[in-house]
């Protein structure tokens, strides 16, 4: 299994548009590295891909990474995307891949509804661009040798989506994590969960390689840096630190770890800072646009 990093940051980016925080500014001034937003690719043979989340910043992540130039007059090498939530910056890219252009999108019910709810996406052809549910703990093949088993993670659902009943730990096909699975290898993709419960630590032992949630370093990160008031919790998101955060919850484990989908204001994205020598002390990697992973 091979797994391409296209964009490694949470929504926003990295910079994002409007913020002048620490990291942002760095960013900027070619300090740290620039993320795009949230989207891994997957293969087997590197000749057939599965995007996983459609992000805004598609069309230079595929620009960039070569292995996703078309190879022909037209066409590509992504067979398929697959969907684990609605938010923006998992759907948006979907828009990016109108052109005529045959892949099959998977979401569960819930993601197609959305999309068929939403006019805008109907401007990938029909005729050419598949969608297909995916059920939950069921497995599907995006891309042949690659076993996929959608399963529920808590999460809320997308930010346009919230009503006055907003559960922000619901169970269900608004937000799902992947296990990917070819003859060899097992891996995670979970960009996004709200806590790490007792079944999904032992879930995730099994797994080479878990590509997991590194939105916020604290619950009130954003409070902190002075960015916004939404905690990581309201977003729907784990923190890394403290006692039920994931650097704790998920020590146990064997496999390789990746934090993936990772804000701007995380600490950790600062090489020097004590957070990333705390989660590299633990084991753990930061993804970067570009890094090729192998499970
Ligand atoms: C999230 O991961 O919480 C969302 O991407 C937020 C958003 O839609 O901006
Ligand atoms: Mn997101
Ligand atoms: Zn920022």
Known sequence: MKIVVLGAAAG????????????CEMARHG?????????????????????LNASPDIRQQLDVVTVMHPGALRGTPIQSVVLTNGDIDHVAGLLTLREKTPFTVYATSDGLDLLAQNPVFGVLDAELVARRP???????????????????????VPLFMEDDDLDLQAMGEQTVGLKLQTAEKT????????????WLRHQLSDGDMILFDGTVWENDEMQQTGTGQKTGARMGHIAMAGADGS???????????????????????RP????????ESAGWIIAQDGMELTP
């Open 12 to 23: 926003g980016g990295l910079p994002q548009w409007n913020c002048g925080c620490q990291n």
């Open 31 to 51: 300090q740290l590295p620039r993320m795009t937003q949230s989207s891994v690719a997957v293969s087997v043979t590197g000749a057939r891909w599965a995007v």
């Open 134 to 156: 995916i059920a939950l703990d069921t497995v599907f093949e995006p891309i042949d040798g690659l076993h996929v088993t959608p399963f529920a993670v808590p999460g809320k």
């Open 187 to 198: 891996a995670y993709y979970i960009p996004g969960c709200a806590t790490v419960p007792d």
């Open 247 to 269: 650097l704790a919850r998920l020590a146990h484990l064997e496999g390789r770890k990746v934090y993936i989908h990772i804000n701007n204001t995380n600490p950790v994205l």
């Open 272 to 279: 020097d800072s004590p957070e990333r020598a705390e989660v």
